[in-house]
């Protein structure tokens, strides 16, 4: 399993494209390659870990696991002090 770091991604289209950490070329990642539940989308600058496949188009990400979730960023909202 590779891992890399969203360069960006389209949530209107539905894919966009990861730079792997190892170097090389960006890989296209699809949202239905999005291991997670609920809406599966991706952030700018977020780390995945992913498998890759090459294709008829090229190499495409595949089994792709986000590990910084966007829950961690509620936490840390809800761990604010209230007035």
């Known amino acids: 399993m590779e891992t890399g770091t969203v360069k960006w991604f389209n949530n209107a289209k539905g894919f966009g494209f990861i730079c792997p950490e190892n170097g090389g ?4 990642a699809h949202y239905s390659c999005i291991q997670m539940e609920g809406y599966r989308t991706l952030k700018a600058g977020q780390k995945v870990n992913f498998s890759i496949n090459t294709g008829p188009k090229g190499n495409h990400a ?3 696991i986000p590990i910084e979730s966007s829950t961690l960023n509620h936490t840390s909202a809800e761990a604010t002090p209230q007035e």
């Open 25 to 28: 070329e960006d890989i296209f």
């Open 62 to 64: 595949n089994l792709i």
